[in-house]
């Protein structure tokens, strides 16, 4: 079946990864990549499918919604995966307005765009999709017990970034609930892999070692993250996308908890190994700093539902993902260069300077 499906955030670090599995996957779709290229939107990350006859990149901010608007009906948009947001939490809790107005009135302004079109045309919702990407962080923390958030976890978000991801999942139900706008939001844990912007732990952490550069462990170390490997992410987003029923909720996670100070000395030892430098080598820069604000225990994330409607269940071994991670940071060192140095962002501000 032919399909014109608007990913938004593509550019970014999960968006390009779905946007590279819809484009390999799905010859007969049309790909329309929208991001607005923030700090953390790099056309780097997709270069290998930026030729694709069936992809398109857009340039535009989702809260734009004459934008939004004309764009859907010139590409008779009936799929939208919706991936752009701000999404890192120490800056949430400098710059908490940018969340509001991405996270929250873009998708705001996507529902109406789509709501507005869709309803516009004779067939109105039928073979229609609107799938919000969202995060287990709106759940709230977990304390040490072994409690996991399931769909029915009552939300309780803490950071300025979880309060805005689970303001946009409400008004994304409430387009369903509201509308009959056919809606789609699952909740996924952290995730890991390649093409992440190196303010994350992960990456950060990896470029730190490899330059002997303290690695800034907040408070004690002992939070808990489940961790998913990026490309099981997309997998499960495209099993969703086509068989995720109506108006419900998926849970998405690696069942693969660890404690950051734990996860932290398996990068150690997987960067020395790769570098070929004595066991133990990197240990000491492990720098103990003062704690994010409000810093969530622990996450936890229960996706049995998953599974068991739809079949999916996490691909890699996290020891195994975290080899293919670090032997792909080590071996993209210019692409790690140009983020590091804002290079990228010069390239792209010349390159639209007069549009
Ligand atoms: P990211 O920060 O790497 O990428 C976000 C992308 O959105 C960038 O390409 C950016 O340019 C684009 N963008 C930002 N504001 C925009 C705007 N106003 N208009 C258009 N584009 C805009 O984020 P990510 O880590 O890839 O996360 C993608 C989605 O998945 C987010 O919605 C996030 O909340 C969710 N999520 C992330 C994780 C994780 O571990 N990274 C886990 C669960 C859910
Ligand atoms: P992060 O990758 O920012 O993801 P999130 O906050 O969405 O979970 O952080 C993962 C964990 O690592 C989190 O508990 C905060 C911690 N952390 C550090 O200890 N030091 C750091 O420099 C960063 C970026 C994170």
Redesign the pocket.
């Known amino acids: 079946m032919k399909r014109n499906i608007l990913i938004t955030g593509g550019a970014g670090f999960i968006g390009s990864h779905v946007v590279r599995l819809f484009v390999n996957n799905y010859p007969q779709y049309n790909i329309i990549n929208l991001d607005k290229l923030t700090y953390a939107g790099n056309l780097a990350n997709l270069a290998d499918v930026q030729n694709a006859p069936n992809y398109t990149f857009v340039r535009a901010d989702i809260c734009d919604y004459d934008t939004i608007l004309g764009l859907l009906k010139q590409f008779n948009i009936d799929g939208i995966i919706h991936l752009a947001a701000e999404s890192?939490?120490?800056r949430s809790i400098r710059d908490p307005f940018a969340f509001a107005r991405t996270n929250v009135m873009g998708t705001l302004s996507l529902l109406q765009a789509a709501r507005i079109y869709w309803e516009s045309l004779p067939e109105r919702y039928d073979g229609k999709r609107f799938y919000h990407i969202s995060t287990d962080?709106v759940y709230g923390a977990l304390e040490f017990d072994g409690s996991m958030f399931t769909e029915h976890t009552r939300y309780n978000p803490h950071s300025p970034y979880s309060a805005s991801k689970a303001s946009s999942d409400h008004f994304v139900r409430a387009y369903h609930d509201t509308y009959g706008m056919p809606t789609i939001v699952t909740n996924c844990s952290?995730n890991y892999g390649a093409y992440q912007f190196p303010?994350?732990?992960?990456p950060?952490f990896i470029n730190n070692i490899r330059h002997r550069k303290p690695l800034?462990?907040?408070g004690k170390?002992e939070?808990v993250?489940d961790w998913l490997y990026v490309e099981d992410h997309a997998r499960a987003i495209d099993t969703i996308f086509h068989q995720g029923r109506i108006a419900e909720t998926y849970n998405i996670g690696g069942f693969n908890e660890w404690r950051?100070i734990d996860l932290i000395k398996v990068l150690i030892e997987t960067v020395d190994r790769h570098l070929g430098n004595p066991e133990g080598y990197s240990l000491d820069l492990i720098t103990y700093v003062t704690d994010?604000l409000g810093?969530d225990l622990r996450?936890a994330i229960d996706s049995t539902k998953l599974k068991n409607e739809l079949g999916w269940q996490p691909s890699l071994q996290f020891e195994e993902g975290i080899d293919c991670t670090v032997a792909w940071y080590l071996n993209n060192q210019e692409w790690m260069d140009n983020v590091t140095s804002g290079d990228y962002m010069r390239y792209y501000d010349e390159m639209y300077k007069n549009r």
Do not use: A, S, W
């Open positions: 890192h939490v120490d962080e952290n303010e994350k732990l992960i950060l800034p462990v907040y170390g939070n993250r950051n994010r810093h996450y």
